[in-house]
């Protein structure tokens, strides 16, 4: 009898002291639980926003325009954070400005992925001559000013969700191809490498599912930076008017139009300008949180 409730007694004891480790380790990573708490209302908010939103975010009502925020003297309840300057609400404006942020970051982040990681592959392995080429590309690519290619680019392909994503996929790549370059160029004189080698393994062979797979968590935990960088710099370019297109609701948009009003209407500027600070927030505490738990130098008992 007591062979079998031996085991069952060293489970009992043992699982206080696992769940104390998982308390444990979340207190530490308490600014990253944070940061997945702000992303994870954000895609419930950009994926229910037609039930959440209070109003249609394009209906336009002249006679409620500029309306003050619920919380101040003078607002109307059923406008919890005001109206813009055609009356349209402006927490339903953020709401769906919500998906495009989003959109436009993890699609970018993709591309950049595709790309980068890819060049980044070959150009650590092979070396030489094609090493020398990439990094060329990589250098030119970062030399050149953000803003100047991503206007060029907008200029000829037109002003469109899609562009937008393709402009930023392109300028972004280069981070990734470097970070890649370098981590590839370390693991390729790895004993596990050198014996795929020995054993007449193709190259594409060994990229893919040998050295890709102990890259994965410094390229997750660049990516989750980059989506906060690219939703930033969505949010300029359609405050400089090279991005997303009125009557789109997107919070840079939507900072261009609140901009001739903020001495007097702030909340028009203030509310989306929050919107990209807390995306941004939570998406680098988030980032930083899984830097920690994947980097074996940052790790923390």
């Not at 336009?60 to 055609?86: C, N, S, V, W």
């Not at 370390?186 to 594409?204: G, I």
Request: aromatic content about 8%.
């Amino acid at each position: 009898m007591s062979d079998f409730t031996a085991p069952y007694s060293e489970i009992e004891e043992r699982a206080p002291s696992t769940l104390n480790r998982v308390l444990k380790k979340m207190w530490h990573l308490r600014m990253g639980v944070l940061g997945g708490f702000l992303i994870l209302c954000l895609i419930l908010i950009a994926l229910f926003c037609p039930y959440l939103a209070p109003h249609d975010p394009y209906k336009q009502d002249i006679t409620q325009r500029l309306l003050k925020p619920a919380f101040m003297e003078g607002g109307r309840a059923q406008y919890p954070l005001g109206t813009d300057h055609l009356g349209r609400d402006l927490l339903s404006r953020i709401m769906y400005g919500t998906r495009v942020s989003l959109v436009v970051g993890l699609a970018a982040v993709i591309l950049m992925l595709v790309v980068g990681v890819s060049l980044g592959l070959i150009s650590g392995y092979l070396g030489g001559k094609v090493d020398a080429i990439i990094s060329f590309l990589v250098n030119s690519m970062m030399g050149f000013p953000f803003i100047l290619f991503a206007m060029s680019l907008v200029a000829v392909l037109g002003a469109s969700l899609q562009n937008i994503i393709i402009a930023l996929g392109v300028t972004g790549w280069p981070v990734f191809t470097r970070v890649v370059r370098i981590e590839t160029m370390k693991l390729r004189e790895r004993e596990f490498v050198l014996a795929a080698k020995s054993l007449a393994f193709s190259t594409r062979r060994i990229l893919v599912h040998h050295i890709l797979p102990n890259l994965l968590p410094a390229i997750l935990v660049l990516a989750t930076v980059e989506v906060a960088r690219a939703i930033i710099r969505e949010s300029l370019l359609s405050f400089l008017g090279l991005g997303i297109q009125p009557p789109t609701p997107s919070w840079g948009v939507m900072l261009a139009e609140g901009r001739n009003y903020m001495l007097l209407q702030w909340w028009l500027a203030a509310f989306p300008g929050l919107a990209i600070f807390l995306s941004a927030l939570g998406i680098n505490l988030l980032g930083d949180a899984l830097r920690d738990l994947v980097d074996p130098y940052l790790r923390k008992s």
